[in-house]
């Protein structure tokens, strides 16, 4: 009887456990994150759900990350989280604190799971064992993984707009407008893309008191996109040799363009390339089983 109890007792702390454990995620999920913008503004930004279960726990590490053997890995993530437009909302040292949390949370499920499939399943120890291990290294480079691909799109995303943006600073500049008016009616007619946000910190550091080769240094340096820095650094020798910045806006347009046309051409050499392993994989068995499964068939039912 008392062994019953002890038992029923058991799963019902278990119980409260679990259900603690799924309300915290739940609530946690549902947060709404954002980074403020330059001028004010609050942009969402969306942070992965093992990213928001953890990061209260990230101060724990603080004594560890502040160690000279991760001031390499800090640093390098406070540029790539700025490049990415997380900037404000994760800091470097949480984001390596991060990689370090992932494996010690995950590290013990995926142990479990492994003891547990050693203990249901026959000859399955090796298996069990690259289970773990998959666990552990997963976890460890989940979030730099996700960050790069945050940072490949917002650079996708500022490669595809920049030459329409350069088309209409070039007839604004042509028309007569000042470099920076024309930037801040671009800024506020178009709508707020990740080249939109860079472009509009420009002009407010440009405005509190920043000279404009100082803010297109910066603003290159930061986003770390290659067909931004061509263009900023552009502009910065444009200022310096005093030539009109309207026929290097339109130069550089012109090179953008000519540049994403080699671009689309080079994806159309390789998509043969890239079909062949589909076709071969897919179709021509599709194909095989299609033609000779009923003389295969007849053959077995001969036999």
């Excluded at 890995?73 to 800091?91: C, I, K, R, S």
């Excluded at 010690?104 to 142990?111: A, H, Q």
């Excluded at 420009?202 to 080769?213: A, D, F, H, L, N």
């Excluded at 000779?292 to 007849?298: A, E, W």
């Amino acid at each position: 009887m008392e062994t019953s109890l002890l038992n029923w007792g058991a799963m019902a702390m278990w119980a409260v456990a679990a259900a603690c454990l799924a309300w915290y995620a739940v609530s946690i999920a549902s947060e709404v994150t954002y980074v403020t913008l330059a001028d004010g503004r609050r942009q969402e930004r969306s942070l992965p759900l093992s990213f928001k279960l953890l990061l209260p726990f990230v101060g724990n590490l603080n004594g560890l990350i502040s160690r000279p053997m991760f001031a390499k890995q800090v640093v390098a993530a406070d540029e790539m989280l700025v490049a990415a437009g997380f900037e404000g909302l994760l800091t470097g040292r949480e984001f390596v604190a991060l990689k370090l949390l992932l494996p010690l949370v995950t590290g013990p499920v995926c142990l479990l799971l492994a003891i547990w499939m050693s203990a249901f399943l026959e000859g399955a120890g090796q298996l069990a064992l690259i289970v773990t291990v998959m666990g552990f290294v997963i976890a460890y480079f989940q979030p730099l993984i996700w960050l790069r691909s945050a940072m490949k799109r917002r650079h996708l995303s500022i490669q595809k707009a920049l030459p329409f943006v350069l088309d209409l600073l070039t007839l604004s500049v042509e028309a007569g407008m000042d470099f920076i008016s024309a930037l801040q009616r671009n800024c506020k007619l178009r709508k707020l893309d990740p080249l939109n946000e860079e472009l509009l910190r420009m002009t407010k550091e440009i405005q509190v008191g920043s000279s404009r080769k100082d803010a297109l240094k910066g603003m290159a340096d930061r986003v770390k996109q290659p067909d931004l820095k061509s263009v900023a650094y552009a502009l910065i020798q444009a200022d310096e040799l005093g030539v009109s910045i309207g026929s290097i806006l339109r130069i550089q347009s012109e090179q953008l363009r000519s540049r994403r046309f080699d671009r689309a051409e080079k994806l159309a050499a390789e998509a043969p390339v890239k079909m062949l392993g589909p076709l071969m994989l897919c179709i021509f068995p599709a194909v095989f089983i299609i033609l000779l499964g009923p003389v295969i068939s007849q053959a077995m039912k001969g036999m």
